[in-house]
């Protein structure tokens, strides 16, 4: 059997190199597609069971005027703050909010589209964070 310069058959130092950044491509690949499908995956959740009450989306007035638009609460508490409460069972003060808990996945999901949603400090209500998801109301 014939080898290349580099000691392995048929490769040369070239091939390598260009198999090494394929290996490198194939790797990286999905990370974006899995970050946009969690992504999309929170937006449904919150869709499902937070939308009769708040403003899930970029714009859009909150159903319940008590409820406040999910793309301000960073302007209260740190997103990823949320997640334990997420996970363990949201309780708050006012009597119509039902207690929600999350699998851990379903956590993540909701965080990474809150994180998405989240306006600009100074921006107003109706002023969607630029490159964020398209306008939904909710």
Do not use: W
């Not at 990823?80 to 999901?109: N, Q, R, W």
Request: glycine share 12%.
């Amino acid at each position: 059997m014939r080898t290349g310069p580099n000691g392995f058959p048929g490769l040369s130092i070239l091939g390598l190199v260009m198999l090494g950044f394929g290996f490198c491509a194939l790797a990286s690949a999905p990370a974006p597609a899995a970050e946009k499908d969690l992504t999309q995956k929170g937006e449904v959740i919150v869709r499902e069971h937070c939308g009769r009450c708040h403003a899930v989306g970029l714009t859009g007035s909150s159903p319940n005027e008590e409820a406040p638009p999910f793309r301000t609460l960073s302007s209260k508490y740190p997103i990823d703050s949320l997640a334990e409460s997420l996970a363990e069972g949201i309780m708050s003060g006012h009597p119509d909010m039902p207690v929600f808990v999350f699998t851990p996945h379903d956590v993540d999901a909701i965080i990474r589209y809150m994180q998405s949603i989240q306006e600009e400090p100074g921006a107003g209500p109706d002023e969607p964070e630029a490159g964020g998801p398209a306008e939904q109301q909710g």
